[in-house]
């Protein structure tokens, strides 16, 4: 059973950084690509970033690029989002996701 719990979140000043982490179980973690999402309420949930199996290759949404890093540690199951220079848009709950499944989210909250 695939299972996916991100940790991380908190509360933060317009500014400042943050790093998520996303502990996998359930699956060999490095023979699939995973990503981090986030969700305001009222909004759809966006794609923000992800790694490609096999080859580590990143992608990122124009929202984030140059602010955030994704990165992984295969030895330790666990996806990381490095959340650096935090705006107010970037409020949101942050969820990881491979293979269609989702896990327990965490609340970034970014103060003005």
């Known amino acids: 059973e695939v299972q996916l719990q991100a940790s991380g979140g908190g509360l933060v000043q317009a500014g400042g950084s943050l790093r998520l982490s996303c502990a996998a179980s359930?699956?060999?973690?490095?023979?699939?690509?995973i990503g981090w999402f986030r969700q305001d309420p009222g909004k759809e949930r966006e794609r923000i970033s992800c790694?490609?199996?096999?080859?580590?290759?990143?992608r990122y949404a124009d929202s984030v690029g140059g602010r955030f890093t994704v990165s992984k540690d295969n030895a330790k199951n666990t996806l990381y989002l490095q959340m650096n220079n935090l705006q107010p848009e970037d409020t949101a709950v942050y969820y990881c996701?491979?293979?269609?499944?989702w896990g327990q989210g965490t609340l970034v909250t970014v103060s003005s």
């Open positions: 996701n491979s293979q269609g499944q």
């Open positions: 359930g699956f060999t973690f490095e023979d699939y690509g």
């Open positions: 790694i490609r199996r096999y080859d580590d290759k990143t």
